[in-house]
């Protein structure tokens, strides 16, 4: 089914009224645009005047291109939750699953995307297939304090049944475990001092076992980066918590210990980070997702600042600001499960701007 067929899903907002230039139109406008480099209302018209021959090959485009405003009103209007079934339900049916899915959560601020008060920036909470490098749904937060509701919903909706679920300590709350065991996923997630007694609880535990190595599974790897010697030491063991923390916490099955050490000439320095999970006793694994959780940000958030410029995008509007973000997660995913030439993904996003038969060849395989 083509991205066309999912694009005529999405439900129109105007009135018949105030209807002149075809909704599905503008969608493949903007979808193309953003592909092909466009990170703006502006820059998504100029696209558009100067590409109507070959998006006339695709579409009618029978009134030509809208202007930039009538461009930014049509697509903030837009209904979010439609716009991600359809953009996203393209994308994800052609991904590969793997036996256990690894699936990242995190948040992203676009700092760019601000009214009044640049604190209040808005944040874009994905959900990360890390085996694929392909983002799975978002959602934005308008502070902070609504990521852990939005967290919790998007497990819901992802349905994470045999996933691995990977959070920073920020989510380490008892809900939204419990999002995540209700949907028969797992969980690993890091705890920090925001959570202190279970903090102090893992740490004492670890330390009853330090004196006997073979009472714990452990992987270990060792590297360097940046002219320093890296190693690393996972260590997991069951626990049972006491029964104040047990009855707080009760879907810990076990706990994790990543211990760091760091050589930088003469000097060495040691840092231990703990995390809870729902997984039985798997090292090799464990290691492998909590190393990997940060794929997140190499492949998902750096990317699409440094491919997209998300970071310098300029909408002060909430709606067409996270819209805009979706369709960049898109692009980046089209470009992603190209399977020609291995070019970079900012040469391949050239490539779209530049050639007509490549950018059909994106979308249209």
């Given amino acids: ?47 558009g005047e100067l590409q109507l021959d070959w998006l006339r090959q695709h579409r009618p485009f029978e009134h030509g291109i809208p202007k930039r405003h009538c461009i930014a009103n049509i697509i903030k209007a837009l209904n979010t939750d439609a716009l991600l079934k359809a953009l996203l339900d393209w994308i994800n ?16 601020v676009l700092r760019g995307c601000w009214k009044d008060n ?37 497990i819901d909706i992802l349905a994470c049944k045999g996933c691995i679920v990977t959070l920073d300590a920020l989510h380490c709350q008892t809900k939204t475990l419990e999002t995540i065991v209700k949907n ?31 009472q714990y599974e452990e992987a270990q790897s060792n590297g360097s980066a940046h002219g320093r010697g890296e190693s690393r030491l ?14 707080k916490w009760p879907h810990v099955k076990t706990v994790i210990e990543v211990a760091r050490g760091r050589k930088l000439g003469e000097k ?65 995913n089209i470009i992603r499960q190209h399977q020609g030439k291995k070019d970079s993904l900012a040469a391949k996003r050239r490539g779209a701007a530049w050639n007509g038969d490549f950018r059909t060849e994106l979308l249209f395989g």
Avoid at 119 to 146: E, H, P, T
Avoid at 196 to 212: C, D
Avoid at 277 to 302: G, M, T
């Fill in 184 to 214: 028969k996923g797992y969980f690993i997630i890091q705890v920090k001092a925001n959570q202190r007694n279970l903090h102090n609880a893992i740490a004492e535990h670890f330390e009853t076992h330090y004196g006997n190595m073979g």
């Fill in 1 to 47: 089914m083509s991205i066309i067929t999912h694009l005529e899903w999405i439900e129109d907002p105007r009135t018949d009224v105030n209807i002149k230039h075809n909704l599905v139109d503008v969608l493949f406008l903007t979808l193309s645009a953003v592909l092909s480099g466009a990170d703006g209302w502006k820059s998504i018209q100029e696209f």
């Fill in 268 to 332: 060495t320095s040691y840092t231990s980070h703990f995390y809870v999970s729902s997984l039985s006793i798997e090292p090799e694994l464990v290691a492998k997702v909590i190393r990997e959780h940060w794929h997140i940000e190499n492949r998902l958030h750096w990317v699409l600042d440094v491919v997209f410029k998300e970071d310098k995008l300029k909408i002060a509007d909430p709606d067409g600001a996270a819209h805009i973000a979706l369709f960049n997660r898109l692009c980046l």
């Fill in 118 to 154: 640049v604190y209040n920036a808005l944040n874009v909470v994905s959900a990360f297939d890390v085996d694929n490098g392909l983002a799975l749904y978002q959602q934005a937060a308008k502070n902070k304090g609504q990521e852990g509701q939005i967290v919790r919903d998007i």
């Fill in 234 to 247: 996972v260590m997991q063991l069951p626990i049972k918590l006491p029964q104040e923390l047990k009855e």
């Fill in 93 to 108: 049916s052609r991904r590969e699953e793997a036996q256990k899915p690894h699936i990242a959560i995190d948040c992203k």
